[in-house]
T-cell receptor
Framework: GAGVSQSPSNKVTEKGKDVELRCDPISGHTALYWYRQSLGQGLEFLIYFQGNSAPDKSGLPSDRFSAERTGGSVSTLTIQRTQQEDSAVYLC????????????FGSGTRLTVV | GQQLNQSPQSMFIQEGEDVSMNCTSSSIFNTWLWYKQDPGEGPVLLIALYKAGELTSNGRLTAQFGITRKDSFLNISASIPSDVGIYFCAGRNAGGTSYGKLTFGQGTILTVHP
């Protein structure tokens, strides 16, 4: 597609439930990134996929968070046993290569855990 | 981890005024970036800086890469109502396995009164 597509745009879930957030990057972009934006905060790095290399998971806040990227394209971020502090906007970005300059962000998924 | 301190946190200005915001880092970056985020959207790249001391303009926006490589500033001249939004600085390290990963500042919320 023309841009980075994220779904759903909004998600309300009960504490303790699992959620899956989806990201469709720009076609041909080899690098894909997930960031988290809490209210009034900057963007917090979560995970980075570059081609066929092992992903950089150094930003995942706990083992309840995981992400995969299938076929070098679509990515899913999964949060298990959600907690209220997981409430945030989850932003996905992709770039043509792993240089981090030509990032294009999606509009994000706003997650609310009640 | 690395921290970017961005200031001010918010600004309220009159249309036509100039605006200045800056970021400082505890460590060196080899690239500085400035993004703008509109409500409900992902950040969009405004300016990229690649060399210490570099001064780059994009229309009414001017940004500089600090000579120490630990800071950057963004100026907006003759502000207009559509400049409203959140402005983020971001830094990227040289090399390593997370070449594409960006570290973001906390953001500056800009409000422009007509």
């Amino acid at each position: 597609g023309a841009g980075v597509s994220q779904s759903p745009s909004n998600k309300v879930t009960e504490k303790g439930k699992d959620v899956e957030l989806r990201c469709d990057p720009i076609s041909g972009h080899t690098a894909l990134y997930w960031y988290r934006q809490s209210l009034g905060q900057g963007l917090e790095f979560l995970i980075y996929f570059q081609g066929n290399s092992a992903p950089d998971k150094s930003g995942l806040p706990s083992d309840r968070f995981s992400a995969e990227r299938t076929g070098g394209s679509v990515s899913t971020l999964t949060i298990q046993r959600t907690q209220q502090e997981d409430s945030a906007v989850y932003l996905c970005a992709s770039s043509l290569s792993g240089q981090g300059i030509g990032y294009t962000f999606g509009s994000g998924t706003r997650l609310t855990v009640v | 981890g690395q921290q970017l301190n961005q200031s001010p946190q918010s600004m309220f200005i009159q249309e036509g005024e100039d605006v200045s915001m800056n970021c400082t880092s505890s460590s060196i970056f080899n690239t500085w970036l400035w993004y703008k985020q509109d409500p409900g959207e992902g950040p969009v790249l405004l300016i990229a800086l690649y060399k210490a001391g570099e001064l780059t303009s994009n229309g009414r926006l001017t940004a500089q890469f600090g000579i120490t490589r630990k800071d950057s500033f963004l100026n907006i001249s003759a502000s207009i109502p559509s400049d409203v939004g959140i402005y983020f600085c971001a830094g990227r390290n040289a090399g390593g396995t997370s070449y594409g990963k960006l570290t973001f500042g906390q953001g500056t919320i800009l409000t422009v009164h007509p």
